[in-house]
């Protein structure tokens, strides 16, 4: 098994642009996850799917952007990129809800960094 | 919503020593605290979890400790070796509102030989 996977590791993006931060599991989780890191402010989850077609905004869900077409991926999109959303992303998946597993697979992360 | 609180935000100790993590929550239906270890670099993995039935979990050198009445729960790590030396974040989770992991701030531990 390769886990959870993320692409790209390092990204450099100029004000208003927008990119997708891909994220791909191959364990059958049926919960996925985006969690952005900052100094200090520990782990904030952007936005959660607990299932195929099923997602649900997390702490700080502005300006990002997120859809699950299939059990395997959970992309997270960024609209029109600002300079707060400079950080390392996380993307993590567990079994779900109802398996009662809770622990979190992390991806490697990605370095997001807007100018 | 929940809020989670975690001290303190550094600790430095002595290798051999032991190092004390402080998580408190503030719902009181929170049902589930894992704490998670990043080394520099790496991303985080669980080591220990402990759910509210339990009052105390142990696994080799580390244990967290639960008390629900005080809505707080605790890692200890005994004999900490340089390997220790990294960011733990404690978390919770609430029935209702499955998904929604909570973290704390984290709290940066550095083992000096």
């Known amino acids: 098994n390769a886990g959870v996977t993320q692409t790209p590791k390092f990204q450099v993006l100029k004000t208003g642009q927008s990119m997708t931060l891909q994220c791909a599991q191959d364990?059958?989780?049926?919960?996925m996850s985006w969690y952005r890191q900052d100094p200090g402010m520990g782990l904030r989850l952007i936005h959660y799917s607990v299932g195929a077609g099923i997602t649900d905004q997390g702490e700080v869900p502005n300006g990002y952007n997120v859809s699950r077409s299939t059990t395997e991926d959970f992309p997270l999109r960024l609209l029109s990129a600002a300079p707060s959303q400079t950080s390392v992303y996380f993307c993590?998946?567990?079994?779900?809800?109802?398996?009662?597993?809770?622990?979190?697979?992390f991806g490697a992360g990605s370095r997001l960094t807007v100018l | 919503g929940e809020n989670v609180e975690q001290h303190p935000s550094t600790l430095s100790v002595q290798e051999g020593d032991s190092a004390v993590i402080k998580c408190t929550y503030s719902?009181?239906?929170?049902?589930?605290f894992p704490w998670y270890k990043q080394e520099l670099g790496k991303r985080p993995q669980l080591i220990i979890d402990i759910r509210s039935n339990v009052g105390e979990k142990k696994d080799q050198r580390i244990a967290v400790t639960l008390n629900k009445t005080a809505k707080h729960f605790s890692l200890h790590i005994t004999e900490t070796q340089p390997e220790d030396s990294a960011v733990y974040f404690c978390a919770s989770l609430t029935p209702d509102s499955w998904g929604k992991f909570q973290f704390g701030a984290g709290t940066q531990v550095v083992v000096t030989p």
């Open positions: 719902d009181s239906a929170s049902n589930y």
């Open positions: 993590a998946s567990s079994y779900g809800k109802i398996s009662g597993a809770n622990v979190l697979t």
């Open positions: 364990m059958n989780h049926e919960y």
